[in-house]
């Protein structure tokens, strides 16, 4: 029968107490009782919407009558984790998401589990839905959360209602400690600032990032208080708002240089974004770094094939990954507190394209 169907009638409570007496009932008795088949019954159990009413309460109806109770045992194995990891991002940086790949496989090299990545998009509507479905189907041991995924407080209350281990990657501390990997991006913004107000700068331009990305924030942060520290501040009319991309780098840097009173240096949030200055300073006929300096943020390859060489701050992003696989593998305890490893700080890279003004 299908669950179309309508259920059989029920027999007599009589006849169904007496025909158990001797033994325990089975799913498979549910099932013969009902006239529905085994994986209906197993739909019921589990809770499952695509069961119609009527028959979802003669199943249970008939569940009381005979005592017939689910195998814990059982269903933990029909519903067993699996050997995977996975990696949930949304993050417009490739060179990001292949370097924190190769992390999280350092630390899952030798335990026998395997990666697993998940694309998506938070501003999508789906975006809850998927995550979810994401981790069930597979049947995760547990996920890795990547900016700006992690910074999602929507998500987390999720993964701990069905059971799904998780880490963090954020650039501040989010949650309690045994599920946080933290980059510290305000020291690497810091920096950048004191790098650049060495120098003798004054007027510098800063480019962000996305807005709903926490780390462009925290690097903001972190130039803002180096500044402070040289006893300047960061001019509104020198900051502008790009998306972690090239071109909105590009753009972001053909308005500011063209301002009035336009930047001696621009601390771009991260390398795309500082390619795209570099474009724009070559568009403007200014000399990098005679007339710009230009600082990014990564340290990804790009920083070394651009010319000038990229003034950058290297972000450990292979290594905080690597931190963030062991750790979801083998879980420090609460009670312990982690030593913050020098490896997995951000750090500037000095090349070319820093200079004290003109």
């Keep these: 029968m299908t669950d179309g169907e309508k259920p059989a009638e029920p027999k007599g409570e009589k006849s169904l107490r007496d025909e158990f007496v001797d033994r325990r009932p089975t799913i498979n008795d549910v099932a013969r009782l009902t006239g529905v088949s085994k994986k209906t019954v197993s739909r019921v159990i589990n809770k499952s919407p695509a069961v119609k009413e009527n028959t979802r309460e003669e199943i249970l109806r008939v569940m009381h009558e005979i005592g017939y109770a689910p195998d814990p045992q059982a269903r933990g194995l029909a519903f067993r984790r699996s050997f995977l990891i996975g990696m949930i991002y949304d993050n417009p940086n490739p060179q990001y998401v292949v370097n924190m790949q190769q992390g999280l496989l350092d630390g899952m090299r030798g335990t026998g589990f395997e990666l697993v990545v998940h694309p998506c998009d938070r501003a999508s509507e789906t975006f809850l839905v ?41 650039s501040v501390s989010l949650d309690e400690p045994e599920h946080m990997i933290v980059s510290h991006d305000h020291l690497g913004g810091a920096a950048a600032g004191r790098h650049l107000a060495g120098l003798g700068h004054t007027r510098i331009g800063f480019i962000s990032g996305r807005d709903s990305f926490r780390s462009s924030h925290e690097r ?36 500011l240089l063209q301002r009035p009173k336009s930047p001696t240096a621009i601390f771009a949030a991260n390398d795309e974004m500082a390619a795209g200055v570099l474009q724009a300073a070559r568009t403007l006929d200014i000399r990098v770094p005679d007339a710009l300096s230009v600082v990014g943020y990564d340290n990804f390859q790009l920083a070394e094939r651009l010319w000038p060489r990229l003034t950058t701050v290297h972000t450990p992003t292979r290594e905080i990954g690597r931190r963030a696989s062991t750790k979801l593998i083998n879980p420090v305890p609460a009670v312990e507190v982690e030593r913050e490893d020098p490896r997995a700080l951000p750090s500037l890279v000095i090349r070319d394209t820093t200079a004290p003004p003109i």
């Design 130 to 170: 998927d995550v979810r479905n994401f981790v069930e189907r597979q049947k995760l041991y547990g996920v890795i959360l990547t900016p700006s995924v992690s910074e999602d407080e929507r998500v987390p209350p999720i993964l701990r209602q069905i059971g799904c281990e998780f880490i963090r990657i954020a």
């Design 220 to 255: 903001r942060r972190g130039l803002e208080e180096a500044l402070v520290e040289r006893g300047l501040t960061l001019d509104e009319d020198l900051v502008a708002s790009g998306a972690y991309t090239f071109e909105s780098g590009f753009e972001c840097a053909l308005d």
